[in-house]
């Protein structure tokens, strides 16, 4: 009796989770955003009306996280349906670590050899899923290198659309509607490398950097003793190899921390269309720097005094975060498929 009792009681919590499990999928499979704001705009006795969805979905895997905030325009004197997607909010860690390597005399792993994984560059891809919608216009456009990017968008009942590099609504002057975002990339870049009516995609590589006022320094230099730099503390120090690499402070943010998109994309649809999809796609490329002891009498590895030997082997690895929303046209929603 006993053990019918244990029995019955497994099987019994073993329904419950089955059932908890197939509940939370049936939750999750399908899940509309909530609209966080109304606005109301117009002159002259003409209205429409800016429907802001936001969703955040983090990748913990991939330690990226995907924020949105998709504005869907209802303007009745527009000759189409109209959302303003921003990437405000999201952001990828640079996953950066340490590791100490072991080599051929047997020293503890970390000693004579380490490595040190850096976030070398970025993606944002973004891509019209379905044929019914189209790519009006993007921001950031062309390359730019400068310290800050800021992108806005400016409109005007009717459907007139305005982009700048300004935080003014693209020449706010005129516009019944506008919204803006901006990002910082010190000693990176931004290059649009894809544009076209379904699909777009940002580069962000790194340029250069200074390591303790010497350089700069990038991913090809190399001299002819201590090789490459980059991230390399001291040339000579008697300390472990683990340890001579500059701190994350040291290094530039998105190498080390992370990285956080400000990137604006205008997608248009007839009036006709109910649902238009599209995908979200981050990816984050790592390359290694590599530190090694180079001993005068025994060489590389080796006992004694000596000095330190730095290289970057480039993209050894990368992280991938992709997800698929809907735009309910007709319900004004963001949908996360």
Same mark, same amino acid.
């Given at each position: ?10 099987? $019994? +919590? @073993? *329904?419950? %989770? ?12 399908? &899940? #509309? ?114 310290? $800050? +990017? @800021? *992108?806005? %968008? ?12 300004? &935080? #003014? ?169």
């Amino acid at each position: 009796m006993k053990d019918k009792k244990c029995m019955l009681k497994k099987i $019994t +919590i @073993t *329904s419950i %989770i089955m059932w908890n499990c197939f509940t939370l999928n049936l939750l999750t499979a399908h &899940a #509309d955003t909530k609209i966080e704001s109304i606005v109301d705009i117009g002159e002259n006795g003409q209205n429409a009306k800016v429907y802001n969805n936001f969703s955040t979905l983090f990748d913990e895997q991939a330690k990226i996280k995907t924020s949105l905030l998709v504005s869907i325009i209802d303007d009745p004197y527009s000759n189409k349906q109209i959302a303003v997607i921003k990437t405000d909010g999201s952001n990828i860690s640079a996953y950066k670590s340490v590791e100490g390597l072991t080599d051929e005399y047997g020293h503890e792993a970390g000693y004579m050899s380490a490595v040190l994984k850096w976030a070398s560059s970025y993606n944002i891809g973004m891509e019209l899923t379905n044929e019914n919608s189209q790519f009006y216009k993007v921001s950031p456009i062309n390359t730019i290198d400068t310290k $800050t +990017i @800021t *992108s806005s %968008i400016g409109y005007k009942i009717g459907g007139e659309i305005k982009v700048s590099d300004k &935080a #003014d609504g693209g020449g706010s002057v005129g516009m019944n509607w506008s919204t803006s975002t901006s990002y910082d990339q010190p000693d990176y870049k931004t290059v649009l490398e894809t544009d076209t009516a379904n699909k777009v995609q940002w580069r962000i590589p790194v340029i250069s950097t200074m390591n303790q006022g010497y350089g700069p320094y990038n991913r090809e230099s190399d001299d002819s003793i201590y090789r490459n730099q980059l991230f390399m503390k001291s040339r000579n120090a008697a300390t472990w190899a683990k340890d001579n690499f500059i701190s994350s402070d040291e290094m530039p943010a998105l190498a080390s921390y992370g990285f956080s998109p400000g990137m604006i994309a205008v997608v248009i649809a007839d009036k006709s269309e109910d649902i238009s999809t599209f995908k979200i796609t981050y990816t984050r490329n790592s390359d290694d720097y590599r530190m090694d002891w180079t001993s005068f009498f025994n060489g590389v590895h080796g006992s004694g005094a000596g000095w330190w030997v730095g290289g970057n082997i480039k993209d050894v690895s990368k992280g991938i975060s992709v997800h698929n929303y809907s735009v309910d046209w007709k319900n004004h929603r963001l949908i996360e498929n």
